[in-house]
Nanobody, 122 residues
């Protein structure tokens, strides 16, 4: 089994910064794509940013230019640097590991973290 553990959430004023981290552990062979999603109260979960094992990135239009996703393949860890935060960025942020191959598990699977709260005050 693969576990994802997020850290780095918290309360910050508008215009401030936070850095989220997510470490994947378990009998991992390879993780294709890692990313961050978020869910605000009363809204659907939405993509924030993703990064492939080769470093290709994809961002939601709402965070382009403010957020930066990065990854350490050797540590199976993904990061999200969030700058110029806005109140509308307030949400629970979930780490995602997509198309994960691990020992003892047949076929690639997708895993989610438990989520970390990010609150931006105005």
């Amino acid at each position: 089994q693969v576990q994802l553990v997020e850290s780095g959430g918290g309360l910050v004023q508008a215009g401030g910064s936070l850095r989220l981290s997510c470490a994947a552990s378990g009998n991992i062979i390879f993780i294709n794509t890692m990313g961050w999603y978020r869910q605000a109260p009363g809204k659907q979960r939405e993509l924030v940013a993703t990064i492939t094992s080769g470093g290709s990135t994809n961002y939601a239009d709402s965070v382009q230019g403010r957020f930066t996703i990065s990854r350490d393949n050797a540590k199976n860890t993904v990061y999200l640097q969030m700058n110029s935060l806005k109140p509308e960025d307030t949400a629970v942020y979930f780490c995602n590991a997509d198309r994960v191959n691990s020992w003892g598990v047949r076929g690639p699977r997708t895993y989610w973290g438990q989520g970390t709260q990010v609150t931006v005050s105005s």
